[in-house]
């Protein structure tokens, strides 16, 4: 692995802190891994997506936890938490809220609507109209809902944890590509192999499910943890290394529209976290290219070309991982 750089800002946590946090963040991971069976780094990307403030996207075919991992993240940080079950008749006012004429006082009151709290999981949110899904985009990417005209702040921390069906599936509608920009990560949970479906055969039976889940912290803690990561240091040759990776996307042939500055801040904000949950207080080259798939992935558009020959986002980015030279260990 890369060594650290040996000088640091002086507001990066410290190594105990560092430490701490790990074993901190052991524990959540433990908790929702005993639901969550075999998916140990699915798990540590989801963790990554809540302390980086990010949003998270789980695409995979019916049956295979999404949901499960959803609601594990909920019930492990004691924190308000809704599920939307995304439907094609579902509207825009299902999920933020509306206002309503109160005739006892004379005016009208807003009422929110399940997107108010700390983690929210939209259920097969690519079942809903673009409409409904669209009313998502300003809460995700501002944490404000604005009705008539009045702007509601949604609590802290706040995580959107969607989960959708494969496009080519019966019943779904494609997520524009402004909506998907707005998730940190997207991931997939995949099968299990054997040995693990049989555990979750065996769980299913005990009736083991997230409802049964202990909370292992609170919201407040999980506020500071934000915090802890945003001193995570990173340093400048980094940074210069996530805009050649995104630039990269973009110069590629294969690929029509490349990865925005947004996605390389998301990159960059991702490895912050990532890294403290690894226990250091610096972010090395090696986090980068652990995250750009799950980061990069859903934010490229490939060429009509491209896709008729069936080649992938995933192929592309490993590519990319390849091609741009990895900054060399120096001071700061």
Do not use: C
């Not at 969607?162 to 949970?189: H, I, W």
């Not at 506020?223 to 996530?242: F, H, K, N, S, W």
């Not at 042939?253 to 990865?259: I, K, L, N, S, T």
């Not at 992935?297 to 590519?319: K, N, V």
């Amino acid at each position: 692995m890369t060594q650290p750089p040996l000088i640091q800002r002086n507001d990066a946590p410290s190594p105990e802190e560092a430490a701490n946090f790990a074993a901190f963040a052991n524990r959540l991971g433990y908790a929702i891994g005993s639901v969550v069976l075999g998916k140990a780094p699915v798990v540590r990307l989801a963790l990554t997506a809540l302390l980086a403030e990010g949003h998270l996207l789980v695409e995979d075919v019916p049956g295979v936890g999404k949901t499960t991992l959803a609601r594990a993240i909920a019930a492990v940080v004691q924190g308000a938490w809704r599920r939307i079950q995304f439907t094609p008749d579902l509207l825009p006012s299902d999920v933020t809220g509306v206002t309503i004429f109160n005739q006892a006082t004379r005016g009208f009151e807003f009422h929110p609507g399940p997107v108010f709290a700390n983690i929210v999981i939209a259920d097969e949110i690519n079942r809903a109209s673009p409409k409904t899904q669209s009313a998502l985009l300003e809460v995700m990417e501002e944490r404000y809902v604005t009705v008539d005209g009045v702007r509601h702040p949604v609590p802290r921390p706040f995580l959107v944890v969607a989960t959708q069906n494969p496009v080519e599936m019966d019943g779904t509608y494609r997520l524009p590509e402004a909506q998907l920009d707005r998730f940190l990560m997207k991931l997939s949970v995949g099968y299990p192999d054997e040995a693990v479906e049989i555990d979750v055969l065996r769980g299913a039976a005990a009736g083991r499910s997230p409802d049964q889940l202990e909370p292992v912290t609170d919201t407040s803690a999980i506020a500071q943890a934000i915090e802890l990561g945003r001193r995570v240091y990173l340093a400048d040759p980094l940074y210069t290394y996530a805009v050649r990776l995104a630039a990269a996307t973009r110069n590629h042939p294969h690929v029509r529209v490349g990865v925005s500055p947004r996605g390389a801040i998301a990159l960059t904000k991702a490895a912050s976290a990532y890294a403290l949950l690894d226990g250091r207080n610096y972010v090395v080259p090696e986090d980068l290219q652990v995250l750009i798939e799950p980061v990069f992935a859903h934010r490229l558009l490939l060429s009509p070309d491209s896709q008729l020959r069936g080649t992938t986002a995933e192929q592309i980015l490993a590519g990319v991982r390849e091609s741009v030279a990895v900054p060399a260990a120096q001071p700061v």
